[in-house]
T-cell receptor, first 114, second 111 residues
Framework: AQSVTQPDIHITVSEGASLELRCNYS??????LFWYVQSPGQGLQLLLK??????LVQGIKGFEAEFKRSQSSFNLRKPSVHWSDAAEYFC????????????FGAGTRLFVKA | DAGVIQSPRHEVTEMGQEVTLRCKPI?????LFWYRQTMMRGLELLIY????????DSGMPEDRFSAKMPNASFSTLKIQPSEPRDSAVYFC?????????FGPGTRLTVT
């Protein structure tokens, strides 16, 4: 069955430190891959997407993600975290199943300490 | 484009009442999704439509839930009768080629 796994329920990093959020997917082919961010009380906002081509993709707010086919992973990174990055982050895959269906991981909540 | 529009933004109702949530997707998007988010279960896909046709409703919790998409610019999610355990934030999202854009959500409270 198709699935998206985010192994870390929550992560705490210091402001200015680097960040990596993990995401693994289970799907027979290469899906479309996305990262979304949700601030408290808000909807989900797209950070970045991977459809094909360069496996390192840049997104908004200084985020980037790297697709590694051999590991079925699409980890999100940021070199220096800001306090405003505290939010919940969702990895998602887009699957063509007779119409595109987007499946989300359980999310990783990021806490930023001063 | 105004993005995905959901109404109402907040709904408080009593157990047993009918609740209807509304969604206007982004023009040109051919898929529409209804998600439910709770602390306990996280983000759950309830149902999705492709070109106004329901493709997968396996996430709909039970027969009390129904969704329609009569045309490309409108969809409803109905709960009848509502129960306290239905309290959650309900998101509508529309997408093109799998890239989903979310609405602001409807916060439903059933007392």
């Amino acid at each position: 069955a198709q699935s998206v796994t985010q192994p870390d329920i929550h992560i705490t990093v210091s402001e200015g430190a680097s960040l990596e959020l993990r995401c693994n997917y289970s799907y027979g082919a290469t899906p479309y891959l996305f990262w979304y961010v949700q601030s408290p009380g808000q909807g989900l906002q797209l950070l970045l997407k991977y459809f094909s081509g360069d496996t390192l993709v840049q997104g908004i707010k200084g985020f980037e993600a790297e697709f590694k086919r051999s590991q079925s992973s699409f980890n999100l990174r940021k070199p220096s975290v800001h306090w405003s990055d505290a939010a919940e982050y969702f990895c998602a895959v887009g699957l063509n199943t007779g119409g595109f269906k987007t499946i989300f991981g359980a999310g990783t909540r990021l806490f930023v300490k001063a | 484009d105004a993005g995905v529009i959901q109404s109402p933004r907040h709904e408080v109702t009593e157990m047993g009442q009918e609740v209807t949530l509304r969604c206007k997707p982004i023009s040109g998007h051919n898929s529409l999704f209804w998600y439910r988010q709770t602390m306990m279960r996280g983000l759950e896909l309830l149902i999705y439509f492709n070109n106004n046709v329901p493709i997968d409703d396996s996430g709909m919790p039970e027969d009390r839930f129904s969704a329609k998409m009569p045309n490309a610019s409108f969809s409803t999610l109905k709960i009848q009768p509502s129960e306290p355990r239905d309290s959650a934030v309900y998101f509508c999202a529309s997408s093109l080629m799998g890239l989903a854009v979310f609405g602001p959500g409807t916060r439903l409270t059933v007392t």
